[in-house]
């Protein structure tokens, strides 16, 4: 029989259809619902709202399940690149040898800056934030690249943006740390691969050539990898709203990169390293943190622990804990925060209060270690958040563009200021 759900107001029966995904996740369409009743729906930080219907990747936060195109995600970071996992996402299918050759080819191709583009970095401060940097540089692409930002691009002339965007973020972020040091840009390289060439352009210096590990390799594969997309997430839900406006990719990751920045979200990674380092300066006293994130009175919240869908310790977090210990050992890097990180979660996990509210590490609670041990600084991991995001912001981007049920993104609100009042002149009031 069809699943119908019915809402009764004042008396009268209204009667709803019942969307179920591939996944038997269900949903009360209420598209009709103001035009059937004048009522909307309200819920605070869209928390039991669907915005729209996606294909791309599932989680089931309270199993702790998460699948990119239907691939788990342990299996995608084990075998997988960053690369073929973009293209995974974007274009909905695991390439074929020669589909991601020429995905691949095209990152190479568009790896350099516009030089005009360069000036940018000049008149931004050195010690301003690298997020800022980043989203308009990435807005900024659009003015340098226009032929791409047609309304009707072909899925050739999409693949063509996605890698172009995709290379040149990395491009971008890797100037904008040389920037904060105020050394010269690396160009880079034709010969090196996406994560071997943005190491590059980090860490050499004009003559003299960075070291890449394998290791370091492999680990910053994993990390972007499991960042690549989280569906209806802050960010890739800014990307939807403002994309679906019609705006260019550019603008729409644009504000994508805003939203990732807020330390509840993206920002979170840097947050929890400064947090470390805090308690590691009160000398490792983890329940003096503890306590602070566990007091009504206060707002203080323990960094890279909770998060909105998973009720459930979050696969990433599982995932790059283990890399974390695996690159450690490997460069034979001993740091105390690491030490402290996992103390600290043993406590939480035993905390009556994280436990009954399942608070669990999320994605950002080890990532920073990894990024650290590589020698990026604590400004940039939101920077490496939005690399391993863009993935899926392009993909949501394509995909709500491609999707004949989106429409223009505007909640409604229920006002709760004053009702109508006179306009008192200035004479007249006190
Ligand atoms: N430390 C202490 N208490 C917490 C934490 C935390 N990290 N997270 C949630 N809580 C508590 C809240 O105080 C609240 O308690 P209450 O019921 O007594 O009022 C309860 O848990 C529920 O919290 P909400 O804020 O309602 O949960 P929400 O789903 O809105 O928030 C969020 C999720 C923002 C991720 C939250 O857990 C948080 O602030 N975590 C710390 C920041 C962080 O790590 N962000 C990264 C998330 S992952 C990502 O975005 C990539």
């Keep these: 029989m069809e699943e119908k759900a019915q809402i009764i107001l004042n008396g009268k029966t209204y009667e709803f259809p019942v969307v179920a995904g ?3 996740e269900k949903a009360i369409d209420i598209s009709q619902l103001r035009s059937k009743t004048s009522y909307i729906t309200l819920d605070s930080g869209f928390a039991n709202t669907g915005a729209c219907t996606s294909a791309i990747t599932f989680l089931d936060g309270e199993k702790g399940i998460l699948r990119y195109r239907g691939i788990p995600i342990e299996k995608i970071a084990e075998k997988s690149t960053f690369v073929e996992t973009a293209y995974l996402l974007i274009q909905g299918e695991l390439p074929t040898k020669v589909q991601l050759e020429k995905f691949a080819h095209s990152f190479t191709r568009h790896a350099a800056l516009h030089k005009d583009m360069l000036k940018f970095f000049d008149g931004y401060p050195a010690a301003g934030h690298p997020m800022g940097l980043l989203s308009a540089m990435a807005c900024s692409l659009s003015g340098y690249y226009p032929e791409l930002l047609k309304a009707d691009s072909s899925e050739e002339e999409i693949e063509l943006m996605a890698a172009q965007l995709l290379s040149k973020v990395r491009t971008i972020s890797a100037y904008i740390y040389k920037r904060t040091l105020n050394q010269p840009f690396i160009p880079p390289r034709d010969d090196l691969k996406y994560i071997p060439n943005f190491l590059h352009m980090m860490f050499s210096a004009p003559q003299k050539d ?8 492999s680990a910053l594969q994993t990390l972007l990898i499991l960042h690549a997309d989280h569906e209806q997430n802050c960010s890739t839900s800014a990307v939807r709203l403002v994309g ?3 705006a260019n990719l550019y603008a729409s990751v644009s504000a994508g990169v805003c939203a990732l920045w807020g330390p509840l979200h993206g ?3 840097q947050e929890v390293v400064e ?3 805090e308690i590691h300066k009160e000398k490792g006293n983890i329940h003096k943190f503890i ?6 009175k206060g707002n203080y919240r323990l960094m890279g622990f909770g998060h909105r869908v998973y009720k459930n310790y979050d696969p990433r977090a599982r995932i790059i804990k283990e890399r974390t210990y695996a690159l450690f050992d490997k460069l034979g890097i001993h740091d105390p925060l690491l030490e402290i990180a996992v103390k600290l979660e043993e406590a939480v996990l035993k905390d009556d209060y994280f436990v009954q509210r399942k608070l669990y590490p999320n994605v950002d609670f080890y990532s920073g270690l990894i990024y650290k041990a590589i020698g990026i600084p604590t400004n940039m991991f939101p920077v490496m958040f939005a690399i391993g995001r863009m993935p899926g912001w ?10 004949p049920q989106t429409r223009l993104g505007r909640p409604r609100q229920i006002y709760m200021g004053p009702t109508q009042r006179s306009y008192i002149s200035m004479e007249e009031r006190p």
Excluded: C, F, Q
């Excluded at 960075?210 to 390799?217: A, N, S």
């Excluded at 392009?394 to 999707?403: L, N, P």
């Design 291 to 296: 306590e602070m994130a566990k007091d009504p």
């Design 210 to 217: 960075y070291k890449i590990e394998e290791t370091v390799v």
């Design 275 to 277: 947090m470390l380092e």
């Design 22 to 24: 591939t996944e038997n």
């Design 394 to 403: 392009i993909a949501h981007w394509k995909e709500m563009k491609g999707d």
């Design 267 to 269: 920002g979170a990674n």
């Design 244 to 246: 679906s406006s019609r």
